[in-house]
């Protein structure tokens, strides 16, 4: 697997997304097929804040990010998601979150990407994987489609 | 399963939660293992403003919470999530989601869950399910770990 | 949605299969959308011959192979598991095990059904779900697929 | 992460398990927190004599093995699934496959595995994950009791 955009084309999929813009997502490294992205920790995100518990929907919307982007890199456009599985772990320590996401099957029409997400301790955080649509929808003007 | 606690007090669970707030998440109705849940329109949760399609987080979010406050209705107190399955079936029509969420086994330790999404067109737009961890901590001092 | 292929079609799809006759598994019921399934009792098929568990692995073939057929129903032919949830409630009780299996949404490419299986005194034993490839491979001349 | 028991440990727990015997799982090496485990091919397992695919719930069985058995190692006894995920990549070449599982996360009560099974040419044809729980029964002398 070659990526087929570069790092400034897969960030600019992230930033036009309005949700990632407000969870404040950033890719920081890519490669052929992986990718790492950032989120901030706020206030917002969390589930409780005697707790300080990041919201379980909040670490899904990381791993998906993270996974769909990386399966981007390699389809050479953004591609929708057909199921996401999240796995929680830990209670993050207070602070930046980091994904590392890469893709583990690229097929004729679905690949597979998955993800760990770390606190800024370095604690396993979270886990989990997507299988999206890759094939491009030629017949929608590039547009890309829901996924069924 | 008979609900061990009332629509104030799950509705109160999920009003503290700074997270379910901003999404604008509303506990409408409960039964004795189910509840339907309401999220309104924001552009805010958008993946692709051109195709106004709804994050894959956000519907993750909201099936995550939806489940999450069933499993408190039979637990009594709030779950932490283990794991979270979410499958998108369909781009939502814009307007307010709603999911209906139902326990399907409440063992000893933990709970399972399931929901289902619709668009205001009644569409299913996402489908999926937790396993949540249902023991209370008791030594906690009434706080809740996260799960594992 | 409207069931394409009857039930005698549907068992002689269940029947060529070599691993589901190992099993035994026989389709007694289908509708529109849905199908229902039994496995026999066998000790080759536990986990544990001390606490007389069926191993995962093998509620995890009953789940695929019931929604398989229920995905096969509504695509008048059998289509390719793209992946698979299964989660395990309770020990069963020894004795037959029926699944029941629903399409719960069937998509231009992709076909979602779940399932759940039951043991001979009604209690929920597994849950489970299948996203399967739905789309027929006509340059394949009729030959279904592998997944990706 | 330490092996809390050896590979003879880990395969009689494998080997006292019918379906495992009649699948023919052999644990051929471990690690701290990992193990390679060999599935025999063989016509009983397949889905489709024509196509020579082997049968999904048999990938999660490998996959559930594999998992659970390298859970086994971190927690020194064997562990009940609570769920199960299958990914189907690409149809196997015939002849032996092999699974590759370890733990990412092991937690007071729940513990965390994924797997990657290979085909003789080394193709990546499904892989996986499991939570088990994994806390020992004390108070069942001994016995592993079902997940909930």
Chains 1, 2, 3, 4 share one sequence.
């Not at 518990?53 to 998601?81: E, R």
């Not at 207070?94 to 690949?111: H, K």
Request: glycine letters at 8%.
């Amino acid at each position: 697997m070659k990526a087929k955009i570069d790092l400034e084309t897969v960030r600019a999929f992230c930033d036009r997304c309005p949700f990632n813009r407000w969870l404040g997502l950033t890719i920081v490294e890519i490669g052929d097929n992986w990718l790492r992205m950032t989120m901030p920790w706020k206030t917002d995100l969390l589930s409780s804040p005697e707790l300080q518990l990041v919201h379980g929907g909040v670490l899904a919307s990381l791993i998906d990010s993270a996974c769909g982007y990386a399966a981007a890199l390699v389809a050479g456009h953004t591609v929708p998601t057909v199921d996401l599985v999240t796995d929680y772990h830990k209670a993050a320590v207070p602070g930046p979150l980091e994904a590392r996401a890469e893709v583990i099957r690229a097929g004729r029409s679905l690949i597979t990407a998955r993800a760990e997400v770390r606190d800024c301790e370095g604690n396993l955080v979270a886990s989990g994987r997507i299988v999206a649509f890759g094939a491009r929808a030629n017949n929608l003007g590039g547009k890309v489609p829901p996924p069924a």
